[in-house]
T-cell receptor
């Protein structure tokens, strides 16, 4: 069973605040991902990591940043939140294409609302 | 570039009936992987089934099977004996080898199972 955690689950915050969305996994997966999803829409990749000290931007332009100092931890930071950042943020992890087809396991998501 | 197309925004099925959710894809890669995920109203993404491009047999996982037609570039999900708990959004996805094996998602199909 997948063990990947995200906190907070829900966050309502004012414009201009700095926020960090936490993501941790206990499966030892080397690859981790952040996706953004608006209600009823498809997921878009915003960041990914091959492993420790590796971070890359995804297809969707994002003003967020990520870090990967430990294998199990992949936090996402918004330096100055804006209403356009209102969305659901989903974290995922996998062994990549090498094992099991590279199925990704997702956390429960963080629903962010910026007022 | 890859493209995933799900042409059914919404589907209805009666409980205990089978339903097929359509997915077509486009890629220039010879080796690729296809996935289906379920997203209930609670928001988490649940991995259902995986099909590799070189797999000779269609994948099956319990009540889920994947009807893979490589020449037609289709990977339809078949749910047998639908249950009320199957009501959810369903996303078809393809592994993207050039972005850390991230997933490229279709727009999804909303399935409603009625009594």
């Amino acid at each position: 069973e997948a063990d990947i955690y995200q906190t907070p689950r829900y966050l309502v915050i004012g414009t201009g605040k700095k926020i960090t969305l936490e993501c941790s996994q206990t499966m030892g997966h080397d690859k981790m991902y952040w996706y953004q999803q608006d209600p009823g829409m498809e997921l878009h990749l915003i960041h990914y990591s091959y492993g420790v000290n590796s971070t890359e931007k995804g297809d969707l332009s994002s003003e967020s940043t990520v870090s990967r100092i430990r294998t199990e931890h992949f936090p996402l930071t918004l330096e100055s939140a804006r209403p356009s950042h209102t969305s659901q943020y989903l974290c995922a992890s996998s062994f990549g294409g090498q094992r099991g087809g590279g199925a990704q396991y997702f956390g429960p998501g963080t629903r962010l609302t910026v007022l | 570039a890859q493209k995933i197309t799900q042409t059914q925004p919404g589907m209805f099925v009666q409980e205990k009936e089978a339903v097929t959710l359509d997915c077509t894809y486009d890629t220039s890669d010879q080796s690729y992987g296809l996935f289906w995920y379920k997203q209930p109203s609670s928001g988490e993404m649940i991995f259902l089934i995986y099909q590799g491009s070189y797999d000779e047999q269609n994948a099956t996982e319990g009540r889920y099977s994947l009807n893979f037609q490589k020449a037609r570039k289709s990977a339809n999900l078949v749910i047998s004996a639908s249950q009320l708990g199957d009501s959810a959004m369903y996303f078809c996805a393809m592994r993207e080898p050039h972005s850390g094996y991230a997933l490229n998602f279709g727009k999804g199909t909303s399935l409603l199972v009625t009594p």
